[in-house]
């Protein structure tokens, strides 16, 4: 039974939309939020990561904005470009420990 | 990241053949990680290592083992490979030294047992 619920399963946005990716936990002793980003053939790469006690941060087009009390969290990619076009996983970890994974979300940007 | 290499990329095997995945690091990170990934399912922890005399069970360690053979070295074993053994394989590091969890994954290997 995965620990973190991820959806969509995948998504189809215009060049210059906004992408949302949601994430939902179960384990309150989580406490640390990473997305991953995976281009195909290659393995996933680290994009933007969050701890519990902010509700928000951004780096670039990348926001993660996080719920504590309902458990659940989110990546917005904001004026989406066709090189975002990747598949993008939620994790969570307790103590720096090993990472539960989302399903993962397939996103592509038309230009 | 070619930090992390895995060797083969890609392989064909036949039910009940052993078979092994190797991965390698000069990143100098203590921790290494097994992982497969399946189309609606996401990355499947296999087995981890925290070093070298350290290895531990995943969530899905049934039919599979593992080997420490080096802090830069972890290989991944199926022993009598099954098809429902077919997926993308990765191996991961990370070092909780730099201040986060972060893991460097390497490219992957696509295996199909038919």
């Known amino acids: 039974q995965q620990q973190v619920k991820q959806s969509p399963q995948s998504l189809i946005v215009q060049k210059g939309g906004i992408s949302i990716i949601n994430c939902a936990y179960e384990?309150?002793?989580?406490?640390?939020f990473p997305w991953y980003q995976q281009f195909p053939g290659k393995g996933p790469a680290l994009l933007i990561a969050i701890r519990p006690d902010v509700s928000e941060k951004k780096e670039g087009r990348f926001t993660i904005s996080f719920n504590k009390s309902a458990k659940q969290f989110s990546l917005h990619i904001m004026d989406s470009q066709p090189g975002d076009s990747a598949t993008y996983f939620c994790?969570?970890?307790?103590?720096?420990?090993?990472?539960?994974f989302g399903a993962g979300t397939t996103v592509t940007v038309r230009a | 990241d070619a930090d992390v290499t895995q060797t083969p990329r890609n392989r064909i095997t036949k039910t009940g053949k052993r078979i092994m995945l190797e991965c390698s690091q000069t990143k100098g990170h203590d921790r290494m990680y097994w992982y497969r990934q399946d189309p609606g399912l996401g990355l499947r922890l296999i087995y981890y290592s925290f070093d070298v005399k350290d290895i531990n069970k995943g969530e899905i360690s049934d039919g599979y083992s593992v080997s420490r053979q080096a802090q830069a070295k972890f290989s991944l074993s199926l022993e009598s490979a099954i098809p429902n053994q077919t997926a993308l394989y990765f191996c991961?590091?990370?070092?909780?030294?730099?201040?986060?969890?972060?893991?460097?994954f390497g490219p992957g290997t696509r295996l199909t047992v038919l």
């Open positions: 994790a969570a970890s307790l103590n720096d420990y090993k990472l539960s």
């Open positions: 991961a590091t990370s070092d909780p030294a730099l201040g986060d969890n972060e893991q460097f």
């Open positions: 384990n309150t002793a989580f406490d640390y």
